[in-house]
C-alpha cells in the first residue's frame, strides 16, 4: 500500500469529521464572498466584468481548496485527499457557474 500515510493513522473519525467541517465551513465562506463580489458587479451594471470575476473565482477557487485539504485536514491515503479536493473543487464550480448566475440573474435578468 504505496498510497497510505502512516503518519495519519492514529487520526479517529472524529478528528476526522472536525476537520473536514472547518474546511467546507471556509470554503462557504469562500463562496459567499464570490457570490457578493459578483452580485456587486452586477449591481454597478458591469455585467462583462461580473463575468470574468466568475472565470477568476473558478481559478482560484481549486487552489484554495487545495490549501484547506493540505493544512486543514489529515487523511489515511492519498485518494481521501484526492477525494476530497475533488468534491470541494466540483462543489465550488457548481456554486459559481450555476447557482450563482442563476440567482444573480433573478434579480438582474435585464443585463444577462
Do not use: C
Not at 484547506?68 to 465550488?92: G, Q, R, W
Amino acid at each position: 500500500p504505496s498510497s497510505v500515510l502512516y503518519e495519519n493513522l492514529d487520526r479517529g473519525f472524529k478528528d476526522h469529521a472536525i476537520e473536514q467541517l472547518i474546511s467546507w465551513a471556509l470554503l462557504a465562506v469562500g463562496l459567499i464572498i464570490t457570490y457578493f463580489s459578483i452580485d456587486s458587479l452586477f449591481k454597478a451594471g458591469q455585467p462583462v466584468m461580473a463575468a470574468l470575476a466568475i472565470s477568476f473565482w473558478n481559478g482560484v477557487l481549486p487552489e484554495i481548496n487545495r490549501y484547506l485539504v493540505m493544512e486543514f485536514e489529515t487523511h489515511h491515503t492519498t485518494e481521501e485527499i484526492e477525494d476530497s479536493f475533488l468534491s470541494k473543487t466540483v462543489a465550488a464550480r457548481w456554486f459559481t457557474s450555476s447557482i450563482i448566475l442563476y440567482v444573480v440573474g433573478l434579480d438582474h435578468s435585464s443585463q444577462i
